[in-house]
């Protein structure tokens, strides 16, 4: 019998080695839940241990992916298997500035090491806290997939924001490649 230890290496062994085999037109086999949950701080754990590997880390979301009904999966060729996120898979850990006003480029690295540039394909989506009514920032990094923007980020943005009439309501908001981004929370019927 394995213990827990070498159970563990087995199973994140088997998911590493699965991720590296070659795409084929086979359907992956279910393999249920594969005891990963991803914290809100976007640190990665296997069985309530951490991973501290951060190269198995990146690793698996390269395979991270999320179905239509919102559910979180690693996915290969061979197998696939939920995991938990309990808020954004990813943290957008720092903020980039090129250029200034309507012609800036923004761009968001995060927790990862991923780069994404706020622009029509990665939006920005701004959710209401409900624990205190204040605003929970996510852009979109791929596929559906969404990175949290960290508290001290958001401020950045929020200092680099100006107001836009938009339709017949000002917003309070950001620009980045040629489209306007509004940070502020829009009200029903304007």
């Avoid at 070659?22 to 991973?51: Q, V």
């Avoid at 559906?144 to 309070?172: D, H, K, M, N, S």
Wanted: aromatic share 8%; with cysteine; hydrophobic share 40%.
């Amino acid at each position: 019998m394995m213990g827990d230890a070498e159970d563990e290496e087995s199973g994140l062994a088997r998911i590493r080695a699965a991720a590296k085999a070659p795409l084929e037109s086979a359907r992956p086999r279910d393999c249920g839940h594969f005891e990963i949950r991803i914290d809100r701080n976007g640190s990665w754990f296997y069985r309530g241990t951490p991973i501290n590997r951060m190269s198995l880390v990146r690793l698996f979301s390269t395979v991270l992916r999320r179905d239509a009904a919102g559910a979180y999966w690693l996915v290969t060729p061979a197998e696939r298997g939920r995991i938990t996120v309990e808020d954004a898979p990813f943290l957008a850990v720092e903020l980039e500035r090129h250029s200034a006003a309507r012609d800036q480029v923004l761009i968001f690295r995060t927790n990862l090491g991923d780069s994404v540039t706020l622009d029509a394909a990665h939006p920005l989506r701004i959710e209401t806290e409900p624990s205190n009514r204040g605003p929970r920032p996510y852009i979109l990094v791929r596929n559906g997939l969404e990175a949290r923007i960290a508290r001290p980020v958001f401020y950045e943005l929020v200092e680099l924001a100006g107001e836009e009439r938009v339709g017949q309501t000002i917003r309070f908001g950001v620009w980045s490649k040629g489209t306007f981004f509004p940070l502020d929370q829009a009200t029903e019927g304007g």
